[in-house]
């Protein structure tokens, strides 16, 4: 499928990306004031629309930024103008533009709504996709990561980190060695016969991709205990992947340096990689 024409929508007009200019008092240029989502798209369909929506909500909740009327609406227009395409739509809420640059928000602003489509190359068969890598750090970003802000400097570096050392992802770990998430994903590991994957809260993000995957595994028969995997457990791990919108399911098979389990992608990486992919598949054709 074609990549999608070179447009983005930008407070409700579309235009060419190339064209759009946002004020550089917006609060989301100087201070990171700003969330966002980032769906993945089928042949023009976002997937999930309202998982992401009300993720979109919560976080604009906990920045007090209100909800911006006619965003489904600025979402659908853009959708409509593209035409088909597989791939992403990033979808950005900023506090908007104030007249001042000061730290406190002050009065009531127009939020400023930012969304691009973009192509995106999924693996053809995402069970038999290759294994990633991924390297550890401890978790330097701030202490509020159930909230998907553009403010992402931690993930930056940890993405640096891992370009640095030649690997995929930057996997975060808290003080007790007990993994949380990656740079731009959630992870899951599975120890004997159950799968781990870091309870919710302030230090992962909810991600829509890892709620299907309880599902999923569920019906699988698969067990997964929502429970953070510790990194001192490291030699008892038969599998750990990572999850996310355009990420998919993928498995990881290094972890610093050295493998992980057998160092292949493991069946039940595979077992539910498979299954998310069906679920993507069915949402699209529901949604066309
Ligand atoms: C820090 C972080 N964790 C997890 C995820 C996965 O979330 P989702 O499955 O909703 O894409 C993302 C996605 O961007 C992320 O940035």
Redesign the pocket.
């Known amino acids: 499928m074609s990549a999608p024409p070179p447009l983005c929508s930008l407070d409700g007009r579309i235009g060419p990306l190339a064209e759009a200019r946002i004020s550089p008092l917006d609060r989301g240029f100087l201070f990171g004031d700003s969330v966002y989502e ?1 769906m993945k798209v089928l042949g023009g369909h976002p997937l999930f629309l309202p998982a992401h929506l009300a ?1 979109l909500a919560a976080s604009l909740a906990g920045f007090e930024i209100p909800w911006p009327e006619g965003l489904a609406a600025e979402i659908a227009a853009l959708l409509a103008a593209t035409g088909p395409f597989d791939g992403s739509l990033y979808v950005q809420v900023t506090r908007g533009a104030a007249p001042q640059r000061l730290h406190q928000p002050g009065a009531r602003l127009t939020p400023t709504r930012f969304l691009l489509p973009a192509a995106y190359a999924f693996p053809a068969d995402p069970a038999a996709a290759p294994g990633l890598t991924a390297i550890t750090r401890p978790d330097w970003r701030w202490q509020r ?1 159930d909230l ?1 802000t553009t403010a992402l400097a931690g ?1 930056v570096l940890g993405g640096l980190a891992a370009a640095h050392a030649g690997a995929d992802e930057v996997l975060f770990a808290g003080p007790g060695g007990e993994l949380r ?6 992870l899951f590991v599975r120890h004997g016969e159950v799968l781990e994957t870091h309870p919710l809260g302030a230090v ?2 909810p ?4 709620s299907h995957l309880l599902d999923l595994a569920a019906g699988l028969g698969l067990t997964v205990v929502e429970r953070a995997p510790r990194l001192a457990d490291r030699e008892a791990w038969r599998e750990l992947f990572v ?4 990420t998919g399911v993928r498995g990881v098979v290094q972890l610093d340096g050295t493998p992980v389990g057998d160092g292949t992608v493991g069946p039940w990486t595979r077992r539910l990689a498979a299954a998310l992919a069906a679920r993507e598949r069915a949402a699209a054709e529901e949604a066309g």
């Open positions: 980032t993720r990561c998907k993930s998430e990656g740079g731009h994903t959630n992962v993000l991600g829509v991709t890892r999850s996310g919108t355009l």
